[in-house]
């Protein structure tokens, strides 16, 4: 959060965290560099033109203004001949580009990409219990069978389980009298 201190009617003081950022608005600077850079209001000055009277498009450059772009592109652009009719100095055609050398780094590439500032990493979530923080290869919780809320526990640990191997004996061998 950002707060303002205010100096006098045209300078501010902008706190943000623990940097202190001077905005005056009068000759349109910052000690960010932003808004003399880009000439357009950075987050300190929307911050002091939020809180005062200020309006923020009077502190962006005329070269924004859609006069401007008009202006910029209402002269003719010549277009350029075919390639093969360029005439190129012997100089700049013998002299040969090379791409950047480039380091790769050691280890494994990362496969996840470095979330954004204020973003938030998301939990994972059971499929099984519905549960955040686990996945369902690691869960913990008992299987529900029921809405109910009854689990399942295996038989050899289920007093109430009657093994069915005694009254069951699969046939010895099948009887064909049809052929």
Not at 98 to 119: F, Q
Not at 134 to 150: D, K, M, V, W, Y
Request: negative net charge.
């Amino acid at each position: 959060m950002l707060q303002i201190r205010y100096a006098d009617e045209y300078n501010f003081d902008v706190i943000d965290g623990d940097q202190n950022f001077c905005v005056d608005m009068a000759v349109w600077t910052c000690t960010c560099g932003k808004f003399q850079l880009d000439q357009l209001p950075c987050e300190h000055v929307l911050v002091v033109v939020r809180k005062s009277a200020y309006e923020a498009y009077d502190f962006c450059s005329p070269f924004y203004s859609r006069e401007y772009w008009y202006e910029s592109y209402s002269g003719v652009i010549n277009p350029l001949p075919h390639i093969a009719s360029w005439c190129i100095p012997e100089d700049v055609s013998s002299f040969k580009i090379m791409p950047p050398d480039v380091r790769t780094s050691a280890g494994r590439r990362r496969k996840r990409r470095i979330p954004s500032v204020g973003e938030e990493q998301s939990q994972p979530k059971c499929s099984r219990c519905r549960e955040s923080g686990h996945n369902r290869a690691t869960c913990q919780n008992p299987i529900a069978l029921h809405p109910s809320g009854q689990t399942f526990t295996p038989c050899s640990t289920n007093p109430s389980f009657q093994g069915a191997s005694s009254s069951y004996h699969p046939p010895s061998s099948i009887d064909d009298t049809n052929s």
